[in-house]
Structures are given as structure tokens and as C-alpha cells.
């Protein structure tokens, strides 16, 4: 692939983020992966943040390409 970096913000039972989790896979697309749900504190609200600054619905999945 290129040099850009692809971030995946995801829910771990989201049933979209899981397709696009596998689309990602079966076209071998590196993906940083994040899956929201399971993170902590800080961690948690830093994704929070930078979902909604790309993406003011807020909504899953949500992919960064920079």
C-alpha cells in the first residue's frame, strides 16, 4: 500500500465494523484498529475526541486515511 497511515475507530460488537475490519483484511490494507468499547479512561476519551472531531455524528465505524 501507500505511505498513509489508516486508523480504524470501531465498536467490538458492531456488526459494520466488523465488515469493515474484514475489508480491510482481505485487501491488506495495514489499519491501525481501535476498538473504542474496550478502552480506558484517557485512552477512551482521547478516541472519543478524535472521532468526533473528523466525524461530528459520532457514529462506528469511523476510518481515518492521513
Do not use: F, H
Not at 54 to 61: A, D, E, H, K
Amino acid at each position: 500500500m501507500s505511505d498513509k497511515e489508516v486508523r480504524l475507530y470501531a465498536i467490538s460488537t458492531c456488526a459494520w465494523c466488523k465488515r469493515t475490519k474484514r475489508i480491510l483484511e482481505e485487501n491488506k490494507i495495514e489499519a491501525q484498529i481501535v476498538d473504542v468499547d474496550l478502552l480506558d479512561g484517557d485512552e477512551k476519551e482521547a478516541a472519543r475526541t478524535e472521532v468526533a472531531r473528523v466525524n461530528p455524528r459520532r457514529s462506528y465505524p469511523t476510518l481515518i486515511v492521513k
